[in-house]
Each structure stands twice: as structure tokens, then as C-alpha cells.
């Protein structure tokens, strides 16, 4: 039996949006709504192929990390990402499009980790693994499947409360900007980013980390 993440591409997303509320991210045909970080337009090497999404690591051209024009503060996103062999990606939120200022997304941005659990040497480090808050909080189980096969995310953030979930499940559940928070961070890599996690509104990225990932039915609900 074919699960929903198996069906044509981007009919999940349309169907969601003829219901309401939801907003599609991404038509299945263009890179309209998105521009990479620090340019005005999509880096060549993001494709649309066959109604995904895709970053072509391979090209000669360049990518970046992938941008939405609009800025999200209480949100539910969903999507469905899969990974190659070996690959490393993202999905970072509540960032600042300020390239003048944060030289990347990440540092002010958080992130939901897309990985290759089984191939990328990133899934030896606690809190690196796919589903994970990278870098600070790991997932409660882990519900990831192959490189090569689609996953579905979620991201829920409202009023502070944070909740991320793969495949159906609930993986990490936090509090933002308490001083829980605070003191999670400051023990954490980004401990040097004063600005990082601080915004409680941002854009939302597709991370560029030079492997060959594929998106599809990108859709949010503002809360």
C-alpha cells in the first residue's frame, strides 16, 4: 500500500489548500515565493523536476540556502523532504534575512536536522540526527526512514510552544525564549551567536550543505 508521501507530487499540498488555511510554498512548477540568502532570485542549482523541488549539488551553479520572501511568526508547516545517500540538509526557521549582518541562516535560525542517519558522519554527534533540533534537543524515537525514501515534517510553533514531528510522530517538544531556552543554547554550538534563536518571527530555509535534496508539498498555516 502506497503511503500519502508515495502520491503525485504536490496533490497533497493542493488538496490541502482547496480545503482552507493552508498556504502552498511551493506550485510545483517554479520557484516563485522563494530566493536564496543574499540574493534577490533562487541560486541555479535549485531545480524543479517533476513537480519537486530538488538542489542539484552537482551544478556548477550556485545554490544557497533557500529562502521563503515571507516571514512567519506562529506557524504550522509541513513538508516532505528525502535525502541522498550520504547528505546533509536542513529545514531553518525564525531566521533573519539580514545577509548584511549573519553571514548565514543558522545563525539565527534553528533547525530541524535532514540527514542520512545511516551514511553522514554528523549522525555520531547526539542531537545531529535527522528529526533532531540541531544541536539542541535529540528526537524523542526515531522515526526516520532510508536515504533515497520521502519523509514528511512538521513544524508547530505558537506562542513559544515549539513541537517538530517525522513521519506522523512527535519528536521534540520545547519551550522557546524562557530561560530554559537560554540556558539550552548558551551550553550549545550556536553559544557564540548572540542573535541566534532570539526571533520570534523570521523566513524559513531549505538548507544548502552541498548534498542532493528533494522537497515537495511545502505548505504552511499561520496560527
Same mark, same amino acid.
Given at each position: ?33 522563494? &530566493? ?7 541560486? #541555479? ?5 517533476? !513537480? ?21 511568526? @506562529?506557524? &504550522? ?29 543558522? #545563525?539565527? !535560525?534553528?533547525?530541524?536536522? /535532514?540527514?542520512? @542517519?545511516? !551514511? ?5 554527534? $547526539? ?30 510553533? @505558537? ?11 512527535? /519528536? ?7 530561560? @530554559?531556552?537560554?540556558?539550552? /543554547? ?7 551567536? $548572540?542573535?541566534? !534563536? ?14 542532493? /535534496? ?10
Amino acid at each position: 500500500m502506497s503511503s500519502e508521501t508515495d502520491k503525485p507530487e504536490n496533490i497533497i499540498a493542493s488538496s490541502a489548500v482547496a480545503q482552507g488555511n493552508w498556504i502552498s510554498l511551493f506550485d510545483g512548477k517554479s520557484l516563485t515565493g522563494w &530566493h536564496s540568502y543574499g540574493k534577490s532570485t533562487a541560486g #541555479e542549482a535549485w531545480k524543479v523536476e517533476d !513537480g519537486v523541488l530538488r538542489l542539484d549539488a552537482a551544478s556548477a551553479k550556485e545554490g544557497g540556502d533557500l529562502l521563503t520572501d515571507d516571514s512567519y511568526e @506562529n506557524f &504550522h508547516l509541513k513538508l516532505d523532504w528525502k535525502i541522498s545517500q550520504n547528505g546533509n540538509s536542513g529545514i531553518i526557521f525564525y531566521l533573519k534575512d539580514e545577509p548584511a549582518q549573519y553571514q548565514q541562516t543558522w #545563525e539565527t !535560525g534553528l533547525e530541524m536536522q /535532514v540527514l542520512d @542517519n545511516e !551514511g553522514h558522519p554528523d549522525a555520531k554527534i $547526539p542531537k545531529h540526527r535527522a528529526g533532531d533540533l540541531y544541536d539542541l534537543i535529540s528526537s524523542s524515537e526515531e522515526t526516520v526512514k532510508p536515504a533515497g525514501e520521502w519523509n514528511q515534517a512538521e513544524i508547530i510553533s @505558537n506562542n513559544g510552544l515549539l513541537e517538530l514531528y517525522l513521519n506522523g510522530t512527535k /519528536v521534540v517538544t520545547t519551550t522557546l525564549w524562557d530561560d @530554559n531556552w537560554k540556558k539550552m /543554547v548558551a551550553e550549545s554550538k550556536f553559544s557564540s551567536m $548572540p542573535d541566534f !534563536g532570539t526571533y520570534k518571527t523570521g523566513k524559513i530555509a531549505l538548507q544548502d550543505h552541498g548534498d542532493d /535534496v528533494w522537497f515537495k508539498n511545502i505548505m504552511i498555516k499561520r496560527l
